[in-house]
């Protein structure tokens, strides 16, 4: 079975090919006729790739979860492909159809190869949190699904539970977004009940904010209301859970080169028609490099300068991603890069 991989070159400025011939053992991975086409973009090494695919039980879940531009929705689709799966997005930003280039959603050929859920499925001035997106993925589950993406906060709730809250009143809303621009998210942090301080992710202000409104509307901390988190909906013994963990000057290369390439398919003009309705303060205005572009179609920096603070933006992310998942997912199974 003779088929043509394609790749883009590593410095960025082409597509390169090679043909691969796989032993008939491996063919039934593709599933495809001979000499197909195969878009292997941000993928892992094709040895690694079988290897793993020979490893994951089909009978289970595949969880999937990795920094940005790692390679994780590329080793989805291999899954999906070799196993009939469908992919299930696990990414906060990729939800929203407004964005498609900027979040790295998967292609449309990748869609077309394999079913593709919960991507670009919720319009950008849409409330959506990971308890709407918990209970999607609950009526997904009996389809077996590899579900991937980069939130770590969702895999938690899948995997530990969730509970429900009280949803925050518009008032209490405002007053936080008042405090938050006047005051700083610091001043928020500093008025949160101890136990919420010690287990949520201090550096992230939408985190602190939000703990902030529930310790304000209910009068409980956010750790108190998560003492009570019911059973998880996937316990890990019941899936195939895969961390991603990749050497980090290897990830920040890629994260440059994956950013250029978005400016090259039209990341700016993608952030040109969200302009109009550009919120900071929205869920789907965290894009990482959208601020940064916004500010150029400002006219406050150059196109250069927006460049650069993006990708500084993408690799400060990522070291966030790395932080949280050598924390919280000590008991999945690590894949180290390259």
């Known amino acids: 079975m003779d088929i ?6 590593p410095d960025g400025r082409g597509i390169g090919c090679y043909l691969a011939r796989k032993m008939s053992e491996n063919s039934g991975v593709f599933n495809r006729p001979a000499s197909t086409i195969i878009n292997i973009n941000n993928i892992i090494g094709l040895c690694s790739v079988f290897d793993l695919i020979d490893e994951v039980d089909p009978r289970r879940p595949v969880l999937i979860a990795g920094p940005t531009a790692s390679g994780k929705s590329g080793l989805a689709l291999r899954i999906a492909l070799a196993q009939g799966r469908p992919v299930v ?10 964005w498609r280039v900027l979040t790295a959603r998967p292609p449309a050929e990748d869609e077309a190869q394999a079913p593709h859920l919960l991507y670009g499925h919720v319009d950008r001035g849409s409330a959506y949190s990971v308890g709407h997106w918990l209970r999607e993925v609950a009526s997904l589950l009996p389809m077996n699904p590899v579900i ?8 938690t709730a899948l995997t530990e539970g969730l509970v429900e809250m009280p949803a925050t009143p518009p008032e209490v809303r405002a007053l936080a977004d008042r405090r938050r621009e006047s005051d700083g998210f610091e001043a928020l942090l500093q008025e949160l009940d101890f136990p919420t301080r010690d287990r949520i992710d201090t550096r ?20 108190t209301w ?6 998880p909906l996937l316990s890990l013994s019941a899936a195939t859970a895969i961390v991603l963990r990749p050497e980090r000057d290897w990830l920040g290369e890629r994260i440059d080169r994956r950013f250029d390439q978005m400016i090259a398919e039209g990341a ?14 929205a869920p789907w205005s965290r894009a990482i490099g959208a601020p940064e572009l916004v500010a150029h179609l400002n006219g406050e920096v150059s196109l250069e300068e927006a460049i650069t603070a993006a990708k500084l933006a993408s690799r400060q992310y990522a070291k966030r991603q790395r932080t949280w998942f050598r924390n919280r997912m000590r008991d999945w199974r690590p894949l180290p890069l390259p």
Do not use: I
Not at 4 to 9: E, M, T
Not at 210 to 221: F, K, S
Not at 268 to 281: F, G, I, T
């Open 4 to 9: 043509v991989f394609r790749w883009r070159c």
């Open 89 to 98: 997005n696990a990414d906060a930003l990729q939800v929203f159809s407004c």
């Open 148 to 155: 991937v993406g980069g939130t770590g906060l969702y895999f």
């Open 204 to 223: 992230n202000p939408a985190r602190v904010q939000r703990a902030w409104e529930v310790l304000q509307a209910t009068g409980e901390g956010l750790a």
């Open 226 to 231: 998560q003492d009570r988190t019911p059973p």
């Open 268 to 281: 700016l003009d993608e952030v040109r028609a969200n302009l109009p309705a550009w919120d900071p303060r």
